[in-house]
Nanobody, 127 residues
Framework: QVQLVESGGGLVQAGGSLRLSCAASGRTFSSYAMGWFRQAPGKEREFVAAINRRGGNTYSADSVKGRFTISRNNAKNTVYLQMNSLKPEDTAVYYC????????????????????WGQGTQVTVSS
C-alpha cells in the first residue's frame, strides 16, 4: 500500500507556472506507475499525465501537451508536474495517483487503472 500527499498548488496568473509535487510513502515507489488527474467544479475527473516506473515513458493529455511535464525522482519517492503557460481553464483540484505494475513500460491513462489516490491540491489560474 502507498500513501500519496500532493503539494505545490496555489493561485497564479494566466501565463505563469507552478510545480506540483506528490510524495509517496513506503520503500517500493519505483514499483508504481504514477499519474496526475484534475477535476474542475461540476466536471468529471480527467487525465492529465502519466509516467512509468522508471520515468522513461511519459504521456500527456492533448490539452496540456507542450505546457505540462511529468517527471519523477525514485530516490526521493516523489513525482512532479511542472505546469507552464497556465490558462484559466487549468483551474482544478489536481490529484496524484499510483498503481503497482510489473510492466516497466506501463503508463496508464484511465482513472480506473489507478488504485491509490492523494487528497488533491487546488490550482487556480486567474485571467
Amino acid at each position: 500500500q502507498v500513501q500519496l500527499v500532493e503539494s505545490g498548488g496555489g493561485l497564479v496568473q494566466a501565463g505563469g507556472s507552478l510545480r506540483l509535487s506528490c510524495a509517496a510513502s513506503g520503500r517500493t515507489f519505483s514499483s508504481y506507475a504514477m499519474g496526475w488527474f484534475r477535476q474542475a467544479p461540476g466536471k468529471e475527473r480527467e487525465f492529465v499525465a502519466a509516467i512509468n516506473r522508471r520515468g522513461g515513458n511519459t504521456y500527456s493529455a492533448d490539452s496540456v501537451k507542450g505546457r505540462f511535464t511529468i517527471s519523477r525522482n525514485n530516490a526521493k519517492n516523489t513525482v512532479y508536474l511542472q505546469m507552464n503557460s497556465l490558462k484559466p481553464e487549468d483551474t482544478a483540484v489536481y490529484y496524484c495517483a499510483a498503481v503497482s505494475s510489473y510492466d516497466y513500460s506501463y503508463t496508464p491513462k484511465r482513472r480506473g487503472d489507478y488504485r491509490y489516490w492523494g487528497q488533491g491540491t487546488q490550482v487556480t489560474v486567474s485571467s
